[in-house]
């Protein structure tokens, strides 16, 4: 069975491992391990009498819960089939413009839906070596690499747009400098770097960009008072598009819910585009009563910052490897050994799932992600991770 690119294979893991899928300790899908909350779980039980009634095609309920949580109007809230639906959606918009310039390492989604519509691609390194604790605050630009000329990686069945090399723009405030009605893609805090970039240093993309789409599936792991989200800015840039998820931080990958947040002509222009009702009754109802659930977000808020400190200190102390500093519940790590050969003697030995980062060609073999778990999850971890390269240190 081929492993697939994104995290969370359990099928593949548990036949590698030889054992159930159940055994096995996902850290490969940075799913949150406090839920599903059980307001949610009583949601969905409550709709299961009107499973034999179509959902409401406009979703008025969904999105008037969505408007009031995130204080803008609903017209400018789309619901999707988890936000890779809407992703799809957006490829078809960012096809259109003379090229898409990618923030890399790049979550691989992106590059399915620019090839599904032939689009044409810029890539720009985000720079690893900057700690997340400069950008909140303190820097005044994206950290991207600071090498003259940005080299740009083909993709694989991607054109790429001319020149082979962009330069910088001397502005401090905007090193990326983009050719003409040019869009910009990326996700803030960073997969799989787990960086935080500030509202500021992505304000001067949305005066550069014909469009700029800011995907924050991850922005709900930090709290109100901490959070860089550009929802408050949709209304005065037409040209910007938020993504979220509801799956990542309420732990429900398996229903598949997201929503956009932009300008409602867009949004209208993509309802015409795609399949009526992408969205599950019990999917809707769980995002409801998950956007009510303030004491599970509380909990999650109060519970990360500890647990993602404890497990990076224990990562760090461990021979070989190095994390990288995040503000999301999953690190990134740098790895002395192969990452690859490492999973397989995790998923052998311990029946523990990383995510090898493969799948991001600038990270290669040498790093790794893991999601942040419970403490006993983490603790295991990180005694297999000891065990496992104390032979090799």
């Given amino acids: 069975m081929q492993q697939q690119a994104h995290g969370g294979n359990l099928a593949w893991a548990a036949a590698l491992a030889g054992c159930p899928p159940d055994a096995i300790v996902d850290f490969s899908a940075s799913i949150s391990p406090l839920g599903p909350p059980n307001s949610v779980i009583a949601a969905i039980v409550s709709q299961f009498g009107n499973l034999r009634h179509y959902p409401d095609p406009d979703y008025r309920e969904l999105k008037l819960a969505l408007g009031h949580f995130h204080q803008i109007a609903s017209e400018w809230i789309l619901p999707g089939n988890g936000s890779a639906e809407l992703l799809t959606l957006l490829g078809r918009e960012l096809a259109q413009l003379s090229a898409t310039i990618l923030i890399t390492p790049a979550f691989g989604d992106y590059y399915r839906t620019l090839a599904a519509y032939n689009a044409k691609v810029l890539e720009f390194p985000v720079d690893l070596k900057t700690e997340n604790s400069e950008l909140v605050g303190y820097s005044p630009h994206l950290p991207i690499s600071p090498s003259p000329h940005l080299p740009i990686y083909p993709s694989p069945h991607l054109p790429i747009y001319p020149p082979p090399h962009l330069p910088i723009s001397p502005s401090p405030h905007l090193p990326i400098s983009p050719p003409p009605n040019c869009g910009l893609l990326l996700n803030n805090p960073h997969n799989p770097t787990g960086k935080l970039f500030t509202r500021d240093s992505i304000l001067p993309y949305l005066e550069e960009f014909a469009l700029v789409v800011v995907d924050e599936a991850f922005m709900d792991f930090l709290p109100p008072d901490q959070e860089q989200s550009l929802i408050g800015l949709v209304q005065e840039y037409e040209n910007l598009v938020i993504l ?150």
């Fill in 244 to 393: 979220r998820s509801l799956t990542k931080f309420y732990s429900l990958p398996g229903l598949r819910l997201g929503y956009a947040i932009a300008h409602p002509h867009r949004l209208a222009k993509w309802q015409s585009w795609r399949d009526p009702w992408p969205v599950n009754t019990l999917a809707a109802a769980a995002a409801i009563a998950a956007l009510q659930d303030t004491e599970f977000q509380e909990h999650t808020w109060k519970w990360l910052p500890t647990a993602r400190n404890q497990l990076f200190q224990g990562l760090a102390s461990i021979p070989g490897l190095q994390p990288l500093e995040g503000a999301a519940n999953y690190l990134l790590v740098e790895s002395q050994q192969s990452t690859s050969q490492l999973q397989a003697q995790l998923l052998q030995q311990y029946q523990i799932l990383i995510r090898d980062c493969l799948s991001f060609k600038e990270l290669g073999d040498r790093f790794f992600r893991v999601a942040v778990r419970s403490e006993s999850d983490n603790q295991r971890l990180l005694t297999a991770l000891k065990s496992v390269l104390s032979a090799e240190f």
